[in-house]
């Protein structure tokens, strides 16, 4: 059973960064896509950013390309999220999903795209 394990979270004021991290266990496929979304109280999931564990393509979306960084440490099974020059429209809980992932498959950052997910961690931007 995958499991992830989100952290890093917290608060922050705005123009500051923060490291999220997302640990996985669970499995032992070698291609598979790690994302990070975002929910808002009253919104639906926003799809943030996606890598792959084969060739480390990522995707972003467009409210967070150039600002935040996805990387992966296959070793460790764990995906990283840094943030940096954090905005208002920022906050949210932010958890990490797992899927089987093709090497050189498209990726979507859509909630249907993936099957397990983490519980999330709390991030809130305020001065």
């Known amino acids: 059973q995958v499991q992830l394990v989100e952290s890093g979270g917290g608060l922050v004021q705005p123009g500051g960064s923060l490291r999220l991290s997302c640990a996985g266990s669970?499995?032992?496929?070698?291609?598979?896509?790690i994302a990070w979304f975002r929910q808002i109280p009253g919104k639906g999931r926003e799809g943030i950013s996606c890598?792959?564990?084969?060739?480390?393509?990522?995707v972003y979306a467009d409210s967070v390309r150039g600002r935040f960084t996805i990387s992966k440490d296959n070793a460790k099974k764990t995906v990283y999220l840094q943030m940096d020059n954090l905005k208002p429209e920022d906050p949210g809980v932010y958890s990490c999903?797992?899927?089987?992932?093709?090497?050189?498959?498209?990726?979507?950052?859509?909630?249907?795209?993936?099957?397990?997910w983490g519980q999330g961690t709390q991030v809130t931007v305020s001065s």
């Open positions: 999903a797992w899927a089987p992932h093709p090497p050189a498959a498209i990726m979507r950052l859509e909630e249907y795209a993936f099957e397990s």
């Open positions: 669970g499995f032992t496929l070698k291609y598979y896509k």
């Open positions: 890598i792959s564990s084969s060739d480390g393509a990522t």
